[in-house]
T-cell receptor, first 112, second 114 residues
Framework: GDSVTQMEGPVTLSEEAFLTINCTYT??????LFWYVQYPGEGLQLLLK?????DKGSNKGFEATYRKETTSFHLEKGSVQVSDSAVYFC???????????FGTGTRLTIIP | DGGITQSPKYLFRKEGQNVTLSCEQN?????MYWYRQDPGQGLRLIYY???????QKGDIAEGYSVSREKKESFPLTVTSAQKNPTAFYLC?????????????FGAGSRLTVL
């Protein structure tokens, strides 16, 4: 069935470093793809999304491009800040299904 | 401001007790969801409801029950049949159709079994 696979965490970076969190998907069609973020002690919130191949979602300096040829939706940010410390989840809706399937999450810690 | 309110934020339960977690939304969303979050396992869907008076089991419904008597409310009961209930529980709501996947989450309820 349709699923997402995220890179294992935790990831620890220094402030202003470049960030990549890998996400690959398996899908029978071309679903929309999402990144959600969970800040400490909070619920998840939508960070960005892409609805079709080659779309780029962006928000708060984060970007992710829907790449059909590599079935990937990697999350990137050019210069991370301490406030970006959170858990990041890749997600997709399985074909014919309105429910979201989430990846296992990647915990990111940024040190000053 | 519109949003989702979960209560209580922290809850302790003795073995053999049922507990109910509250979830209320004022976003006028049709769909509501309950997820369980355990370390290293991401979010797993317990139950969901797309319309009042109707709900479906998710991937890990055993030991849980829900009701959807009002559009705004979707309480989750963790019963004594749930063998490992200690977890962080997240409620979410969203639209249906093309808006189904943009979910709004509550702040969560952390349940600990003593």
């Amino acid at each position: 069935g349709d699923s997402v696979t995220q890179m294992e965490g935790p990831v620890t970076l220094s402030e202003e470093a470049f960030l990549t969190i890998n996400c690959t998907y398996t899908a029978t069609g071309y679903p929309s793809l999402f990144w959600y973020v969970q800040y400490p002690g909070e619920g998840l919130q939508l960070l960005l999304k892409a609805t079709k191949a080659d779309d780029k979602g962006s928000n708060k300096g984060f970007e992710a491009t829907y790449r059909k040829e590599t079935t990937s939706f990697h999350l990137e940010k050019g210069s991370v800040q301490v406030s970006d410390s959170a858990v990041y989840f890749c997600a997709l809706p399985p074909e014919g299904n309105e429910k979201l399937t989430f990846g296992t999450g990647t915990r990111l810690t940024i040190i000053p | 401001d519109g949003g989702i309110t979960q209560s209580p934020k922290y809850l302790f339960r003795k073995e053999g007790q049922n507990v109910t977690l509250s979830c209320e939304q004022n976003l006028n969303h049709d769909a509501m969801y309950w997820y369980r979050q355990d370390p290293g396992q991401g979010l797993r869907l317990i139950y969901y409801s797309q319309i009042v008076n109707d709900f479906q089991k998710g991937d890990i419904a055993e030991g849980y029950s829900v009701s959807r008597e009002k559009k705004e409310s979707f309480p989750l009961t963790v019963t004594s049949a749930q063998k490992n209930p200690t977890a962080f529980y997240l409620c979410a709501s969203g639209g249906t159709g093309s808006g189904a996947n943009v979910l709004t989450f509550g702040a969560g309820s952390r349940l600990t079994v003593l």
